[in-house]
């Protein structure tokens, strides 16, 4: 007879931990479907990919709740990956705490030995003409929340992943119409949250970004 188990991974096994909103979170059901749940899907048996995001969560709330961040740090051990993606819901943090933030959550990663890598955000479906527009962005009152990461990235010597500008080419080029697919605007006019198939796409760049920085061995991928 064959059957399925559940087993705890190895203590050996290198994990790849996700810290982000929900747009990486695991959502609860169909059509939502955050990036970080099709992640997995390019990795081979030895990899354990952690998802610890949450809808809603900023560089604040992670740092203020203890079942986020406080919670992730001691699963943490040298050779593990922190993929970080937090800015759609920093809409009022200044670009002092912002940067901050960013900066805390990076020192105290590499304290546990792990890797941090800043991820920036997905665009949102909001164009003006051909164009995305600031709040498709993530610009805030705060200025572009993506700059203040790549340049925390620049600062600090972090990887960074811009998967902000990733999506913006993508998007852009499919234009206003043709990228309704990624997200659930068809659905209920969601133009943050993404679809099923827009998940998969963002994963697809994301594991694309991790295997071209060498970020995860090759015996790893699919």
């Given at each position: 007879m064959a059957g399925i188990g559940i087993r705890p991974a190895d203590a050996r096994t290198p994990r790849l931990a996700l810290l982000g909103d929900s747009t990486v979170t695991d959502q609860g059901g169909a059509p939502y479907t955050g990036w970080g749940q099709r992640l997995p899907a390019h990795f081979r048996l030895g990899v354990s990919v952690v998802n610890h995001s949450g809808s809603g969560e900023s560089t604040v709330s992670v740092l203020a709740k203890p079942e986020m961040f406080d919670a992730l740090v001691p699963q943490l051990r040298p050779g593990d990956l922190a993929l970080v993606q937090l800015a759609h819901n920093d809409?009022?943090?200044?670009?002092?705490?912002?940067?901050?933030?960013?900066?805390?959550?990076v020192d105290r990663v590499r304290a546990t030995g792990a890797t941090p890598v800043l991820v920036t955000p997905?665009?949102?479906?909001?164009?003006?003409?051909?164009?995305?527009?600031?709040?498709?962005m993530i610009e805030t009152a705060a200025g572009s929340l993506p700059r203040h990461m790549r340049d925390v990235a620049t600062d600090l010597g972090v990887h960074l992943?811009?998967?902000?500008?990733?999506s913006e080419e993508l998007?852009?080029?499919?234009?206003?119409?043709?990228a309704q697919p990624?997200?659930?605007?068809?659905?209920?006019?969601?133009?943050t949250h993404t679809s099923e198939h827009g998940a998969t796409v963002y994963a697809d760049l994301v594991a694309g970004e991790l295997r071209r920085l060498g970020l995860v061995p090759e015996r790893y991928w699919r």
């Open positions: 809409k009022e943090t200044t670009a002092e705490q912002y940067r901050a933030n960013l900066t805390e959550i997905i665009v949102r479906l909001r164009f003006d003409g051909d164009q995305l527009n600031s709040t498709g992943i811009d998967l902000t500008a990733l998007v852009e080029g499919l234009g206003p119409v043709d990624i997200y659930l605007i068809r659905e209920n006019g969601d133009r």
